[in-house]
Structure formats: structure tokens, C-alpha cells
């Protein structure tokens, strides 16, 4: 137990369906469950800055009444009790007009802590560090909400993703993290940076929250989760040429422990070329047209053949680990040279530019303590079987333990370094 607060600091690793459950049944208050991740907020924050905007006195005010609402046996949503939070991007719920998205979220019960880290548009720097070493850079644009989630501050954020903005991240931090089919989740409220790429992200330690999580946003719809074993297969070209070969060789582990059929297919390179999505970015703020149309016919053509054989991809979320923050190129095994700013997003890029769903699922830890993720591509609608592979790779592979974030210091420069 923790003598500040009396309640056990283990609290703080639930996930939000556990949280959920245990809340709904009585056996865990909304308030404890809050004192819990605002003691770790206490410990990891001041080192991770992950928060732009933290309004715990909004928060306490909203976990006694859910408590209330448990003791009356009121009608609980999904979420009741359960602390969330948001990338900075999005309005609000204290903002004139909220965001769709945190609308439905407090709708199903949950408790909005606050806004997290983003660059501003058009950049890269934002304060936020890596939970896992504050030397390397935790991604960008949604990094704020994957290092919140990482440190365990909350178990549950939406991000936004462009051209992997939620799955670099959620990658390099180790979390779990969602960019759904296109169009699927309203984006009213959300300041866009690109109005024909940017979809709303979800950011989770578990498979099993993302799922929750998009269901609520859905509107309560849950995903048909289909029949049979979805087939798996793993892509080779793009997916394979200037990859770090530890996180080839977790693509592999993972394909193996999933015993991955029909085994490796061919996709049109054309989609990982950064000059297809360099015009959408724009902030119009309205989608002019399916960013697909601007690939070649035979592109299109290619990626759905390529799911004629295959339900799901299985390919590297990024192609290196979190590089150094004073870094800017990347150096790769056949002794090339890329910069950072183009290597990150490479992998990413075709999901976004398709509209298909992908799924960053983390799956183990480098050499050199980094986290290593894999991604799941479905076809478009096929959020369910993303995250029926993705809780197959969690049970196959080890979770990863919690970051060692909360035993950070700060030097005289003001920057987190890693006590010892």
C-alpha cells in the first residue's frame, strides 16, 4: 500500500477492461483507482512530460461522482471511472465545444485528465521523452499520449494519425496503438493536419482496450469479428528492404509463434514512397477526396490482391528503434544512410494512403532495452480481425514490464536521465 494515499500502487497496471470490470462490480472505487495513476503521474511526469494540460481537481470531482454512481447502482457505461486522455489536437470536454470523440468517451463513463503533448503543425519538437530512455525520441506528433500510456499515467488515449502519428509512437514507446479503417470515427473537434490522411487514433497497453475503446466510439457497435482463423500472411519488398534486422526477426518470431499462413506476399512498393502523401498534407479541414486515387490503378490493384490470399499482414511497425533525440539520419544494416524524418513513417505510409486499418502491437525488446512492435494491416472494415491477431501476438509474446521512467531524475539542464 502506498503510505500516501493507502491505496496499492499495483492499481496503476490495470487495464482499462480490468479497471472497467472491477469498478462495475464494486470491487474497486473510481477514487482509488484515480489516486493510484495521479501517485504515478507524480513519479513519471515530471520526467516523461507527457502532459500539456493535466486538470486532476476536474478529474477528483469526476471520480467521487462515479463513485456515487456506483453506490446507487446507477447504470454504468464501459468506461465508468476509468481515467483517459487526449492528444492536445483535440477540443476538450472544458473547451466550448468538445470533441465528438472525448464526448462519447465520457458518455461511456470515462474521465478525461487531460491533454497531452504534440508538436505544433508542421514540426517535429515537442518536450515529451521516451519512457523508456530519455536519450531517444518517443515518435512524434502522438507521442505525448503514447508516453502517458507507457509510464502507466493512464491506461487508455486517443492520438491522431496522419502517416503512422499514433503507430510510431505507440511502437517506440511500447504500447499498443489503432489507426482505424478511413472514415470510421468522426474527427469533429480534432484540429487536422492533413484533411484527407489524419483519422482518429487509440492508444492502450492492451489489445483488448483498443478493441473497447473503438466499440465505444463506434457508437456501441462492436466489430463482427468474423468466423474461422484469419489467414496471416507476411509481406515481403517494402516491408523487408532497409529494415534493422532485430526487428525483422520479430516479425518472424511472431509469424512463427502464430504459425502465419498462406506465408510471405508481393505489395506494390509505389505505397511506401513518401511523394504520394506529400501533397494531401494540407488542413483544408475537409477530406476533397480518397487519398487511394492519387496511387496508380495497378497499386490499388495490387494491395487487394495481395488480401485476396491474406486477411492480415504481419510487417515491421518502423524500421529501426527509437533513435538517439541529437540524432537526425538513421544508418542501416547495408551501411546506407536515411533520415529520420523519412524512415519513420515509410512503413506506415500505405495504410494511411488505402484507408485500411493497422494495429501497432509491441512484441519484446531490443538488445539494447528498446521496444519492438509489429504491425497488423487488415483490409478496410477489418478492425476486428486486427484485434483478434493482435491478442493472439499478446499471448504469444511476453507483455513487456513497465517502463523505467519513474525512476528518473532531472541533471541541471533540466533533462530526465536514469537514476541509478
Known amino acids: 500500500m502506498s503510505a500516501a494515499?493507502?491505496?496499492?500502487?499495483?492499481?496503476?497496471?490495470?487495464?482499462?477492461?480490468?479497471?472497467?470490470?472491477?469498478?462495475?462490480?464494486?470491487?474497486?472505487?473510481p477514487v482509488d483507482l484515480l489516486a493510484a495513476l495521479a501517485e504515478r503521474i507524480e513519479r513519471t511526469e515530471p520526467g516523461v512530460r507527457g502532459f500539456a494540460d493535466l486538470r486532476l481537481d476536474r478529474a477528483w470531482s469526476a471520480a467521487r461522482d462515479a463513485e456515487r454512481q456506483v453506490l446507487r447502482g446507477a447504470d454504468l457505461g464501459p468506461l465508468h471511472g476509468v481515467p483517459v486522455a487526449a492528444k492536445r489536437l483535440f477540443a476538450m470536454p472544458w473547451s466550448a465545444r468538445p470533441a465528438e470523440v472525448l464526448r462519447r468517451l465520457e458518455d461511456a463513463g470515462a474521465i478525461v485528465l487531460g491533454a497531452t503533448w504534440a508538436p505544433n503543425p508542421g514540426g517535429f519538437t515537442a518536450p515529451t521523452r521516451n519512457p523508456w530512455d530519455p536519450a531517444r525520441t518517443p515518435g512524434w506528433s502522438s507521442s505525448g499520449s503514447a508516453a502517458v500510456v507507457?509510464?502507466?499515467?493512464?491506461?487508455?488515449?486517443?492520438?491522431?494519425d496522419t502517416v503512422g502519428s499514433v503507430r510510431i509512437p505507440a511502437a517506440l514507446c511500447g504500447v499498443a496503438g489503432l489507426r482505424p479503417t478511413q472514415g470510421v470515427l468522426p474527427r469533429d473537434g480534432l484540429a487536422l493536419l492533413s484533411a484527407e490522411l489524419d483519422e482518429v487514433g487509440?492508444?492502450?497497453?492492451?489489445?483488448?482496450?483498443?478493441?473497447?475503446?473503438?466499440?465505444?466510439?463506434?457508437?456501441?457497435?462492436?466489430?463482427?469479428?468474423?468466423?474461422?482463423?484469419?489467414?496471416?500472411?507476411?509481406?515481403?519488398?517494402?516491408?523487408?528492404?532497409?529494415?534493422?534486422?532485430?526487428?525483422?526477426?520479430?516479425?518472424?518470431?511472431?509469424?512463427?509463434?502464430?504459425?502465419?499462413?498462406?506465408?510471405?506476399?508481393?505489395?506494390?512498393?509505389?505505397?511506401?514512397?513518401?511523394?504520394?502523401?506529400?501533397?494531401?498534407?494540407?488542413?483544408?479541414?475537409?477530406?476533397?477526396?480518397?487519398?487511394?486515387?492519387?496511387?496508380?490503378?495497378a497499386v490499388i490493384a495490387g494491395w487487394a490482391a495481395a488480401f485476396d490470399r491474406a486477411d492480415v499482414l504481419l510487417a515491421p511497425a518502423v524500421p529501426v528503434p527509437a533513435g538517439r533525440l541529437d540524432a537526425t539520419t538513421a544508418r542501416h544494416a547495408d551501411g546506407s544512410q536515411e533520415d529520420y524524418v523519412a524512415a519513420y513513417p515509410r512503413l506506415c505510409r500505405p495504410a494511411s494512403l488505402l484507408g485500411y486499418p493497422a494495429l501497432t502491437v509491441p512484441c519484446g525488446l531490443s538488445a539494447a532495452g528498446l521496444p519492438v512492435a509489429v504491425q497488423l494491416i487488415g483490409r478496410p472494415g477489418g478492425e476486428a480481425e486486427l484485434f483478434r491477431v493482435g491478442a493472439a501476438v499478446e499471448r504469444a509474446r511476453p507483455p513487456l514490464p513497465a517502463p523505467p521512467a519513474a525512476g528518473w531524475t532531472r541533471d541541471q539542464e533540466g533533462v530526465p536521465t536514469c537514476a541509478e
Open 150 to 160: 507507457a509510464s502507466r499515467a493512464v491506461p487508455l488515449a486517443l492520438g491522431s
Open 202 to 297: 487509440l492508444l492502450a497497453r492492451t489489445v483488448r482496450d483498443l478493441a473497447l475503446a473503438f466499440a465505444v466510439l463506434r457508437g456501441g457497435r462492436t466489430p463482427d469479428p468474423g468466423r474461422g482463423r484469419p489467414r496471416i500472411a507476411v509481406p515481403g519488398g517494402g516491408f523487408q528492404d532497409r529494415v534493422d534486422p532485430e526487428l525483422l526477426a520479430a516479425v518472424e518470431a511472431v509469424a512463427a509463434a502464430l504459425d502465419a499462413r498462406p506465408g510471405r506476399v508481393a505489395v506494390p512498393a509505389e505505397a511506401f514512397d513518401r511523394r504520394w502523401s506529400a501533397p494531401l498534407m494540407h488542413t483544408s479541414g475537409r477530406r476533397d477526396r480518397d487519398p487511394a486515387a492519387r496511387l496508380p490503378a
Open 5 to 29: 494515499t493507502g491505496v496499492d500502487p499495483a492499481v496503476a497496471e490495470l487495464d482499462a477492461v480490468a479497471a472497467s470490470r472491477l469498478i462495475r462490480a464494486g470491487a474497486l472505487s
